[in-house]
């Protein structure tokens, strides 16, 4: 086979080379075709002892190695230009996205300059890479190339940390105004709740005369009533997430094994909690408080309603300042030390400074009390209401697994009824308000159903 130049070969021929080749190989090695034939490799030129002496005492192999050197170490310091410039883009572009927000023209528009030098110096080191004009001493090159990379790196983590003090101070002013709205919307939520807690929705009861007075009047005050529980149950719940307890294991405490059908249901257990609290002993005159005299029971209607009246016309802060001695103060006292158990009110405010002032004969004045006394005087006017009818009104609650009755039930969650009589059987889970009887007019008790109230033998 002839001889080609390597320079004339074509890259379509270069590969039809390759592949002959390859076949003439094979057929040798399958003994078709003699070693003889195939041409022999070219001789690699072998250095005569003499000749490698001469280049050695001229000095010439040296040099090349020496060339070789300082061209590969002027490569090294324009590789180091380009990532110092790379990096001192980099830090422009950081300065240009911090100066657009807030807006700092200035810093922008240097920015701009500096990314715009930058781009130029790199296509002027491109030009240099390909003209092969390089540095003819890498050495200082490299290491300002490397001070410069070290100065952009440091003023791209500058701007990183203006920018993140930057998002902070954002952050802290939106925490500081979403913490003044909220406390603005707690102060109207506690004025509009002390507004319904007043007397003030009473005044329909303003002229209202023993003469006069029917189970309606009895309702009213029921309903005043339940608000005002609702309105400290949900003062409660608040300080017991403040102080970190666990709401649902408190619930399941008082009401265990109840499903409830929503987790804002559990709200129930703490209601049906005050009420059972609030309203033992309703069924006796003195309302279970010791030592207490009471009038002669032909005089109850009487005595009972004035001092409906008396209380119902006045704030129960300055009745409780005036009247420390009343039966009024007295049931204030005995509910609260039963109600708020010491541990709570430590958790709460971190001493039992009210407890100890309740137990003293004083009542404080903070919200938490406050709104428990609001409740505490609409539970004894719906006693005193109850005594002044004749016969006088009572009191009744269901227990827990009692079927659902609509004569003297209503379930609190209505939107959680039985869907379906014919498939469930209502059962009681507890009673949350209790029910009243007056003469003959019958007040549904509010109860909480059982979710999983099946009826017997059906799936």
Not at 46 to 57: A, R, Y
Not at 124 to 132: I, P, V
Not at 150 to 175: A, W
Not at 230 to 235: A, I, P
């Amino acid at each position: 086979m002839d001889s080609v130049k390597r320079s004339s070969v074509t890259p379509s021929k270069s590969r039809l080379v390759r592949t002959v080749a390859k076949v003439l190989h094979i057929r040798v090695a399958t003994g078709i075709v003699p070693d003889d034939e195939i041409k022999k490799p070219k001789p690699q030129k072998v250095v005569k002892d003499h000749q490698l002496k001469d280049d050695l005492d001229s000095g010439s192999m040296f040099d090349d190695e020496e060339d070789e050197n300082q061209e590969r170490e002027a490569l090294e310091a324009l590789l180091a230009k380009i990532f110092a410039s790379i990096s001192s883009v980099k830090a422009a572009y950081a300065q240009l996205q911090f100066a657009q927000s807030p807006y700092d023209a200035g810093g922008i528009q240097s920015a701009d300059r500096m990314i715009v030098s930058e781009l130029k110096n790199l296509s002027e080191l491109k030009q240099c890479f390909a003209k092969r004009q390089f540095d003819i001493s890498p050495e200082n090159t490299m290491l300002q190339a490397e001070i410069q990379e070290q100065k952009s790196l440091l003023k791209t983590y500058e701007i990183m940390g203006k920018k993140m003090e930057f998002q902070q101070k954002v952050k802290d002013s939106e925490i500081a105004s979403l913490k003044q709205k909220l406390e603005s919307l707690n102060n109207q939520n506690r004025s509009t709740e002390k507004r319904l807690n007043q007397s003030g929705p009473l005044s329909v009861l303003d002229n209202l005369h023993l003469s006069g007075l029917s189970p309606n009047h009895f309702v009213t005050v029921l309903r005043h009533a339940v608000k005002s529980i609702r309105s400290f149950v949900r003062l409660l719940i608040d300080e017991m997430k403040s102080a970190d307890w666990d709401v649902d294991a408190a619930a399941s405490a008082i009401e265990p094994g109840v499903i409830y059908g929503r987790p804002d249901h559990k709200c129930f257990a703490f209601e049906s909690f005050v009420c059972r609290e609030m309203f033992d002993g309703f069924q006796f005159p003195n309302f279970s408080l010791p030592n207490e005299t009471l009038p002669d029971k032909r005089r109850w209607k009487q005595v009972f309603f004035e001092w409906f009246v008396e209380l119902k016309s006045s704030k129960v802060k300055d009745y409780l300042a005036q009247k420390p001695r009343s039966m009024f103060a007295k049931f204030c006292r005995v509910k609260y030390l039963r109600l708020i158990h010491p541990r709570m009110e430590s958790a709460f405010y971190g001493t039992t400074s009210h407890r100890n002032l309740v137990s003293g004969g004083e009542f404080p004045e903070t919200t938490f009390f406050l709104t428990y006394a609001e409740m505490a005087k609409r539970v004894w006017l719906l006693h005193c209401l109850a005594f002044s009818f004749q016969p006088e009104g009572t009191i009744f609650q269901v227990s827990k697994g009692s079927r659902f009755s609509e004569v003297y039930m209503e379930t609190i969650a209505e939107e959680e009824a039985f869907n379906n009589t014919t498939e469930y059987d209502p059962r009681v889970a507890f009673t949350v308000v209790p029910g009243f009887k007056i003469g003959k007019t019958v007040i549904q008790c509010q109860v909480y159903l059982l979710n999983n109230s099946k009826v017997k033998g059906k799936s």
